[in-house]
């Protein structure tokens, strides 16, 4: 039984950082790919930034780039989403999810993960 947990959103300025955590259980963590999604009232859910198994691999949606870094420890089977330079349309629901199939890679693309966490939600005034 696999269960995904997120943790460490909530509510900051526009400009600030706020780092999400997520860990994964019932799985071989270091075998999956990882990742982050969002998804904002009304919008489609998105890929914000996935990792290999190993973590040479990492997708980082463009609007993102250079903010965002993601990060996993395959120790504690934790994955991390820091997030710098926060501007209020990053505000939405984001979902940590494992890919659906160990040692496979797709850049963030949502069919390919089979395993997702409730949601943390992350807001950023203006």
């Known amino acids: 039984h696999v269960q995904v947990v997120e943790s460490g959103g909530g509510l900051v300025q526009a400009g600030g950082s706020l780092r999400v955590s997520c860990t994964a259980s019932?799985?071989?963590?270091?075998?999956?790919?990882m990742g982050w999604f969002r998804q904002a009232p009304g919008k489609e859910r998105e890929g914000v930034s996935c990792?290999?198994?190993?973590?040479?691999?990492?997708y980082y949606a463009d609007s993102v780039k250079g903010r965002f870094t993601i990060s996993r420890d395959n120790i504690k089977n934790t994955l991390y989403l820091q997030m710098n330079s926060l501007k209020p349309e990053d505000t939405a629901m984001y979902y940590c999810?494992?890919?659906?199939?160990?040692?496979?890679?797709?850049?963030?693309?949502?069919?390919?993960?089979?395993?997702w966490g409730q949601g943390t939600q992350v807001t950023v005034s203006s």
């Open positions: 999810a494992a890919a659906r199939l160990p040692l496979s890679w797709a850049p963030c693309r949502i069919l390919d993960f089979g395993y």
């Open positions: 990792t290999s198994w190993s973590s040479i691999r990492t």
């Open positions: 019932g799985l071989t963590f270091n075998d999956y790919a």
